[in-house]
């Protein structure tokens, strides 16, 4: 049972390239989460899904997108990074009833 | 709208100090207050949760309060030691929509032998 996964666990891109972000969680969990991590800020949502099919907008979503691939799979996509990209991206999932969200290691990104 | 305020940090104590780290929050509603931790290097986990007022969470020596008369959730620990070494988040769940966390800041916690 190994939870919530992320890869990569590090990342440097060049502005204006793209990439993609994967999450992948194996507790059965219906909802989804994408967070940004900033100093001084806390987590930011930037985008979720409550179950298999949907995606919504969170706090943060401009120059995200996401696909919920299948229930385990959630993946978030930069199309054209930018410098204000640089972060720590965290995925989340939590289960049906439970307030309880489990997180995954992070991927840190770095957009030069 | 709803937010959560966190003292800023860094915290630095030495151990087997006490600690509290102070939390308020503004919210509609009822909603469950959380506390997670964010060790160097990983992601956030769970520490503890208290989902109505006066609930007491407690896990790993660590307790907080659901004081809604004050909208307070202050975290609190007897004795730290150097393995307690972490960011902290104060977190809410909105009553009607458990689907979305509003995370504090965040209070980077120090403990030196």
């Known amino acids: 049972n190994a939870g919530v996964t992320q890869t990569p666990k590090f990342q440097v891109l060049k502005t204006g390239q793209s990439m993609t972000l994967q999450c992948a969680q194996d507790?059965?969990?219906?909802?989804m989460y994408w967070y940004r991590q900033d100093p001084g800020m806390g987590l930011r949502l930037i985008y979720y899904?409550?179950?298999?099919?949907?995606?919504d907008k969170g706090e943060v979503p401009n120059g995200y997108n996401v696909s919920r691939l299948n229930k385990r799979e959630f993946s978030l996509r930069l199309e054209s990074a930018a410098p204000s990209q640089t972060s720590v991206y965290f995925c989340?999932?939590?289960?049906?009833?439970?307030?309880?969200?489990?997180f995954g290691p992070g991927t840190r990104l770095l957009v030069l | 709208g709803n937010s959560v305020t966190q003292m800023e940090g860094p915290v630095t104590l030495s151990e087997e100090a006490f600690l509290t780290i102070n939390c308020t929050y503004t919210?509609?509603?009822?909603?469950?207050l959380f506390w997670y931790v964010q060790y160097p290097g990983e992601g956030l986990q769970l520490l503890l949760k208290?989902?109505?007022?006066?609930d007491k969470g407690s896990n790993k020596g660590f307790e907080a309060t659901y004081r809604k008369e004050t909208t307070s959730f202050h975290l609190e620990k007897g004795s730290v030691q150097v393995s307690d070494s972490a960011v902290y988040f104060c977190?809410?769940?909105?009553?009607?929509?458990?689907?979305?966390?509003?995370f504090g800041t965040g209070t980077r916690l120090q403990v030196f032998p």
């Open positions: 989340a999932s939590r289960g049906d009833r439970i307030e309880t969200q489990y």
């Open positions: 899904s409550a179950s298999e099919g949907t995606t």
């Open positions: 977190a809410l769940s909105r009553s009607y929509n458990t689907d979305k966390l509003i």
């Open positions: 208290a989902t109505k007022a006066d």
């Open positions: 919210a509609t509603g009822y909603p469950s």
């Open positions: 507790m059965n969990h219906n909802s």
